[in-house]
């Protein structure tokens, strides 16, 4: 018989690992494609008049799907005879591959039963090369169609993408830690990393910067939809302009679908300020639109503000980015002061405008890159700028997010941290509700008798006063003036029948301050009644505890341990000294003990 070498098993483990793991990139990128290829051969199917068979189909649905991964194409056949670059990247088709890459990575990662995992720089190794391979081959594969693509574009921004995707699927495998760094980082960085209050700063700056990125998006989002409303007669024309049957106008309302992201950016960065791009010589701003533009005929271009200067419908673009720098504020306003910590752990103004700051910082460079990424060239001369001028609209969403969200954000610290704040709470629960005294009793004529327990009840829950109501929280108040009403119905039924309550006296506290003798201390409740603790259920416990140990116990004792203690005490001598032989003179008896031998 041959004996197995363990570390040769092992390393057949993990090299059979990469190799799932390289299946796993390949089959992503397989299914990013094949989707998209079944789409474009459904189009080419039902359109009565193709141009090419089915494989200049195939070859333009490989095109369109490295498009989806930032790669640049050409069109070899124009009108002029000079190729023509195509760089607006649809963003909604970025989605897919991005995903798909994500999760080949994260699976590949993350321990299954009976299975080896593999590390995580082979897992992100192994993914994106067997993602890359699939990229390979469809750029050869679209080498002679209508679509090529530039083989510059492959490595940048392609590569790219497919690594970043697979690094972030690596990191949600891990459980998204922020650290350690790389060796060759900084030292002063791998300390900051560290330190839990870092972290906790750097996650509060992030999801403000993104809050602030997603209200952008949606405002411009906004814009586009106002505009496109105003002039739907022009959308209308150039969608129906541009294919004649069906098949032709569900393409093109694919193409706007998957453009509509490309347009909220478009927006965003018009209400930022910058604008965007219409040609090398046109741009449109709030301000108006200077120059003359050269725009396609599509349908989502009849958005486009007319020539000329901006009214105030245009002006009115800029509340897009104080909305966002707004709610910058509010998020970072409400990790810096929540309503349910103490007053220690609130961040003083340094801090919160340091994280301030930080978010907007965070928010100018997401959205300089998703306006980088938004625009592109369309063609030669005067189409090859064309969308949003990102190297000004991040800048812009610094400057509109720092400028605003500071002063907002402390305005709105300022407001949470008010004594009679809406929402917040001292160290000490109800500290904020000075007790409330009871005026001095008045004298009740010998005749008069109390009604009953009922009134002294009333009389309790009407002598409870808290927070005043605000017209902004109608709500308040309600559960203390509930609390207190209950607290007097329990005071009220544990006083005798056989009496009258007494009466607190002059400038004693009542209501919420009352039977809390110390601030932050509630009253204990009751003792459970259950049969667990009385006697005979005792016995049987104790019983079925002996029978179980062997003999090692005691028997259960027949009479209680108080009993036998008195009784121990009636029997056993006593050595006490009476009274009287003090009286008389005599000498207190000595106790017994062992007495000299003769």
């Not at 900051?192 to 411009?220: K, N, Q, Y």
């Not at 941290?417 to 929402?423: H, K, M, N, V």
Request: proline share 10%; charged share 15%; with cysteine.
């Amino acid at each position: 018989m041959t004996q197995r070498n363990p570390k040769a098993a092992a390393e057949r483990n993990r090299t059979l690992a990469l190799a799932s793991a390289l299946v796993r990139g390949a089959v992503a990128a397989g299914l990013g494609l094949g989707s998209l290829t079944v789409l474009v051969m459904v189009v080419w199917i039902s359109s009565p008049y193709p141009d090419s068979g089915p494989g200049g189909a195939l070859r333009t649905a490989a095109g369109v799907w490295l498009l989806a991964h930032g790669a640049g194409l050409v069109r070899p056949e124009t009108l002029s005879g000079v190729p023509a670059p195509v760089g607006v990247v649809p963003l909604l088709l970025v989605v897919g591959p991005v995903w798909l890459a994500h999760r080949a990575a994260r699976d590949a990662v993350e321990p299954e039963e009976g299975r080896l995992s593999p590390s995580q720089t082979g897992a992100f190794c192994a993914v994106t090369a067997g993602y890359l391979l699939v990229v390979a081959g469809a750029a050869a594969c679209a080498r002679g169609g209508s679509l090529r693509p530039d083989p510059d574009t492959l490595v940048f921004p392609v590569a790219l993408v497919v690594a970043g995707a697979a690094a972030a699927g690596v990191w949600t495998a891990a459980g998204r830690p922020l650290g350690p760094l790389p060796s060759w980082s900084p030292l002063a960085l791998h300390e900051a990393i560290a330190r839990t209050l870092f972290r906790d700063r750097a996650e509060a700056a992030c999801r403000s910067a993104a809050v602030g990125v997603t209200v952008l998006l949606g405002g411009g989002a906004l814009l586009v939809a106002v505009a496109l409303g105003r002039n739907a007669g022009a959308a209308q024309d150039a969608f129906l302009g541009l294919a004649g049957d069906w098949s032709g106008r569900f393409a093109v309302l694919l193409l706007a679908a998957s453009l509509a992201p490309n347009a909220a950016l478009w927006g965003a960065s018009y209400g930022l300020g910058p604008g965007f791009s219409l040609g090398t010589g046109a741009t449109a701003t709030p301000l108006g639109l200077h120059g003359t533009p050269s725009v396609p005929h599509f349908p989502l271009l009849a958005a486009v503000p007319d020539q000329g200067p901006g009214s105030p419908w245009n002006w009115a673009a800029l509340a897009v980015p104080v909305t966002a720098a707004l709610a910058v504020a509010w998020f970072t306003a409400r990790r810096a002061a929540p309503a349910d910590a103490p007053r220690a752990q609130v961040w003083s103004r340094r801090e919160t405008v340091r994280v301030t700051l930080l978010a907007a910082l965070a928010c100018g460079a997401l959205t300089g890159l998703l306006t980088a990424v938004a625009g592109g060239p369309l063609g030669t001369g005067a189409l090859r700028e064309f969308g949003p001028v990102w190297w000004l609209a991040g800048p812009a969403a610094l400057a509109w997010t720092a400028g605003v969200g500071v002063p907002a954000v402390l305005l709105l610290r300022l407001w949470r941290l008010r004594t009679p704040g809406w929402a917040w709470r001292r160290d000490v629960p109800g500290a904020d509700e000075p007790p409330v005294t009871a005026p001095a009793p008045t004298p009740t004529p010998a005749g008069a008798t109390t009604s009953g327990e009922g009134a002294e009840a009333a009389t309790g829950a009407e002598a409870v006063i808290g927070r005043p109501r605000r017209w902004w929280a109608p709500w308040r108040g309600r559960g203390r003036a509930a609390d207190a009403s209950g607290d007097t119905a329990r005071a009220a039924s544990s006083v005798p029948g056989s009496g009258a309550a007494p009466e607190p006296g002059p400038g004693a506290p009542v209501g919420a301050a009352a039977g809390r003798g110390d601030a932050g201390f509630e009253p204990y409740d009751f003792l459970p009644t259950d049969p667990w603790h009385g006697k005979d259920f005792r016995e049987a416990r104790w019983a079925s505890l002996k029978s179980n140990s062997g003999g090692l116990m005691a028997d259960f004792p027949a009479e209680p341990a108080a009993e036998r203690t008195e009784r121990t005490d009636r029997t056993a001598p006593t050595d006490r000294a009476d009274p009287a032989d003090f009286a008389a003179g005599r000498p207190a008896p000595e106790p017994d003990r062992p007495r000299p031998t003769p």
